[in-house]
């Protein structure tokens, strides 16, 4: 089983940057994508970035040109620099193995808080 552990979260005033970051550990034979996905409160979550193995990215048009996925195989983490933070950023972002549809998959951990409030 892998186990994802989210950090980097906090409280931040609008038009400012947060770097997440996500370890990945546990039975991790091989890691073909990472992505990062949120949930605003009272909404569902959602895919926020998508990185494969070899580097090819994907946002969702909310945060493309604001925020930037990358990661270090090697050490089997992912991260998201979010830059120019606006108030609808706010919610819980959480890491996962896989990119789809969020409600088809488990195994999600805790998540970090991510609060844009002035």
């Known amino acids: 089983q892998v186990q994802l552990v989210e950090s980097g979260g906090g409280l931040v005033q609008p038009g400012g940057s947060l770097r997440l970051s996500c370890a990945a550990s546990?039975?991790?034979?091989?890691?073909?994508?990472m992505g990062w996905y949120r949930q605003a409160p009272g909404k569902q979550r959602e895919l926020v970035a998508g990185?494969?193995?070899?580097?090819?990215?994907t946002y969702a048009d909310s945060v493309k040109g604001r925020f930037t996925i990358s990661r270090d195989n090697g050490k089997n983490m992912v991260y998201l620099q979010m830059n120019s933070l606006k108030v609808e950023d706010t919610g819980v972002y959480y890491c996962?193995?896989?990119?789809?549809?969020?409600?088809?998959?488990?195994?999600w951990g805790q998540g970090t808080q991510v609060t844009v409030s002035s």
């Open positions: 996962n193995t896989r990119l789809g549809p969020p409600h088809t998959m488990t195994d």
């Open positions: 990185i494969s193995r070899g580097g090819w990215t």
């Open positions: 546990g039975s991790i034979l091989s890691i073909n994508a």
